[in-house]
């Protein structure tokens, strides 16, 4: 992880390298990290040692919201599927007093419940949930993201792409990236 310190101290640009691990599950975090370039996995880990994708994020995501705002350790843990660029921001030094920012992590949070709404708890087939996400995505999405969001394998996922670009409702702009007409 290289750092650069940005005016006054409190804030700092951290650049991860491709599966350099971001958070450590139970670990106790200190900070925000605003991802800011690149994609990152977070997942999960069952009580007999098997791992579970939770989502692949990018740019939108706020890491360690939940441990600010309960307390608590990470209940998962993060790595960097590219490298990314985070920027951090001390628990103690902003984030108490700004209510900005709280703003911010209130819109994330209420992001988050929205996404679990309509696609996590659902249980629609994987054409109508892979649909209902990017419509609702509005920017081109990449298989791996779908695969982490709309919970189905990688073979079903692309066999559903492909019928929906026949139907005409989606377009490939490239190998393994697609957008919603």
Not at 95 to 110: N, R
Not at 114 to 136: G, N, P, V
Not at 152 to 171: D, N, P
């Amino acid at each position: 992880m290289k750092r650069q310190r940005l005016p006054k101290g409190r804030i700092e640009i951290l650049e991860y390298e491709k599966e350099e691990r971001i958070i450590a599950m139970d670990e106790k975090m200190t900070c925000l990290l605003f991802i800011v370039r690149g994609t990152i996995h977070i997942y999960g880990v069952e009580p007999d040692g098997t791992q579970y994708s939770i989502v692949a994020a990018q740019e939108e995501t706020i890491l360690g919201v939940v441990e600010f705002l309960l307390d608590r350790p990470s209940p998962y843990f993060a790595q960097a599927a590219s490298v990314v660029w985070a920027v951090f921001v001390p628990f103690s030094s902003a984030l108490k007093q700004d209510s900005e920012l709280l703003w911010l992590l209130g819109q994330h949070l209420a992001t988050i419940q929205l996404r679990q709404s309509f696609f996590d708890l659902r249980r629609d087939d994987l054409e109508t949930r892979i649909a209902r996400y990017m419509r609702w995505k509005k920017e081109p999405v990449t298989i791996l993201e779908l695969l982490a969001n709309v919970h189905g394998s990688r073979r079903h996922v692309q066999r559903v792409l492909a019928r929906l670009k026949e139907q005409g409702v989606v377009t490939r702009l490239k190998k393994g990236l697609y957008t919603w007409r």
